[in-house]
Nanobody
Framework: QVQLVESGGGFVQAGGSLRLSCEPSGRTFSTSAMGWFRQAPGKERVFVAAISGNGDITDYAEDLQGRFTISRDNAKNTLYLQMNSLKPEDTAVYYC??????????????????WGQGTQVTVSS
């Protein structure tokens, strides 16, 4: 059974940084497309970033590129989201998602087969 476990969320002041991690288990990580999504209070879950299995394809929400960086370490079986220059509007629950055995990316929630439970990020002004 595939499980995705996010970590690294927390409370940070505006302008600060956080690095989120996601550790999948149960299947081969290196062949999976991975994505990050977020859901702010009272809003729908939206795409943040995605990366292909071998890391050669990345995609970002237009308003986040330049501040957020998605990466992966297949040897450590871990996905990362480095978030810099955080703003109060970045406050949300952040989810990682996976789709296995495919080397491309997507912004669509329904394209991903597996989801983590989410990690809370709170940015104070």
């Amino acid at each position: 059974q595939v499980q995705l476990v996010e970590s690294g969320g927390g409370f940070v002041q505006a302008g600060g940084s956080l690095r989120l991690s996601c550790e999948p288990s149960g299947r081969t990580f290196s062949t999976s497309a991975m994505g990050w999504f977020r859901q702010a209070p009272g809003k729908e879950r939206v795409f943040v970033a995605a990366i292909s299995g071998n890391g050669d394809i990345t995609d970002y929400a237009e308003d986040l590129q330049g501040r957020f960086t998605i990466s992966r370490d297949n040897a450590k079986n871990t996905l990362y989201l480095q978030m810099n220059s955080l703003k109060p509007e970045d406050t949300a629950v952040y989810y990682c998602a996976a789709r296995y055995s495919i080397n491309t990316v997507s912004r669509r929630e329904g394209w991903y087969a597996y989801w983590g439970q989410g990690t809370q990020v709170t940015v104070s002004s």
